[in-house]
């Protein structure tokens, strides 16, 4: 069984750029989340799909940070305007449905210079 | 408040000395507690997880746990450790398997010959 894809593996930008971070989940799974690891701490749920509907966003920093899953399938996550602080793993993960084992895949390192 | 205490932040074993990692949590509801591992450049893998049952759980790699409720402690155990052990091992609280789970900081395993 495939796991859950993500790209590009690693990018580096300069702040007030923008950047996307794709997201292709295990076939099936309904559900698919963002998550931010900064260097040194957990990760931390940035957004929850359920299909291609948001269920939480509520840490997601919406005047910089977007997040679309269009056809309830693949997902990406965008950054506009970055900034220093946004340099970490973007985790995305995906489960059968809520309260399922989720599914991590191996992340998206940035750096914003 | 919700959170996760993880207060090692490095540990140092070495090869078929035994393990074990402290979690503490605190949570206003029955907690789902589960601990993972995540490999160099590599997602986050689930080792085991409790909610309810045997406060012994048993998990993947020869790993166990024990909920113990009056100290809020989720501590993590392998009786003889493996080189390729060596990881960042989350503990991690939610109120199911997927809802906005909380992680601690992580805890570096390094493991000498």
Same mark, same amino acid.
């Given at each position: 069984?495939?796991?859950?894809a993500?790209?590009p593996r690693y990018k580096? %930008?300069?702040?007030?750029?923008?950047?996307?971070?794709?997201c292709?989940p295990i076939?099936?799974?309904?559900?698919?989340?963002?998550y931010q690891?900064?260097?040194?701490?957990?990760?931390?749920?940035?957004?929850?799909?359920?299909?291609?509907?948001?269920?939480d966003?509520?840490?997601?920093p /919406?005047? #910089?940070?977007?997040?679309?899953?269009?056809?309830?399938v693949?997902?990406?996550?965008?950054i506009?305007?970055?900034?220093l602080?946004d340099?970490a793993?973007?985790?995305c993960a995906?489960?059968?449905?809520?309260?399922?084992k989720?599914?991590?895949?191996?992340?998206?390192?940035?750096?914003?210079? | 408040?919700q959170s996760?205490?993880?207060p090692?932040?490095?540990?140092?074993?070495?090869? &078929?000395?035994?393990?074990?990692? #402290?979690?503490?949590?605190?949570?206003?509801?029955?907690?789902?507690l589960?601990?993972?591992?995540?490999?160099?450049?590599q997602?986050?893998q689930?080792?085991?997880?409790?909610f309810?049952?045997?406060?012994?759980?048993q998990? %993947?790699?020869?790993?166990?746990a024990?909920?113990? #409720?009056?100290?809020?402690?989720f501590?993590?155990?392998k009786?003889?450790?493996?080189?390729?052990d060596?990881?960042?091992?989350?503990?991690?609280?939610? &109120?199911?398997?997927?809802? /906005?789970? %909380?992680?601690?900081? &992580?805890? #570096?395993?390094?493991?000498?010959p």
């Amino acid at each position: 069984e495939a796991g859950v894809a993500q790209s590009p593996r690693y990018k580096i %930008i300069e702040k007030r750029q923008s950047v996307a971070f794709w997201c292709n989940p295990i076939s099936g799974h309904a559900t698919l989340y963002w998550y931010q690891q900064i260097l040194g701490q957990g990760p931390k749920l940035l957004i929850q799909f359920q299909n291609n509907g948001v269920v939480d966003d509520s840490q997601l920093p /919406k005047d #910089r940070f977007s997040a679309e899953r269009l056809k309830g399938v693949d997902s990406t996550l965008k950054i506009q305007p970055a900034k220093l602080e946004d340099s970490a793993v973007y985790l995305c993960a995906s489960s059968l449905d809520s309260n399922e084992k989720l599914f991590f895949g191996s992340g998206t390192q940035l750096s914003v210079l | 408040a919700q959170s996760v205490t993880q207060p090692d932040i490095h540990i140092t074993v070495s090869e &078929g000395a035994s393990l074990e990692l #402290r979690c503490n949590y605190s949570y206003g509801a029955t907690p789902y507690l589960f601990w993972y591992v995540q490999s160099p450049g590599q997602g986050l893998q689930l080792l085991l997880k409790y909610f309810s049952g045997d406060t012994l759980v048993q998990g %993947i790699k020869g790993f166990e746990a024990e909920f113990k #409720r009056s100290q809020s402690s989720f501590n993590l155990r392998k009786p003889s450790v493996h080189w390729s052990d060596a990881a960042e091992y989350f503990c991690a609280v939610g &109120g199911s398997n997927t809802d /906005k789970l %909380i992680f601690g900081t &992580g805890t #570096r395993l390094q493991v000498f010959p």
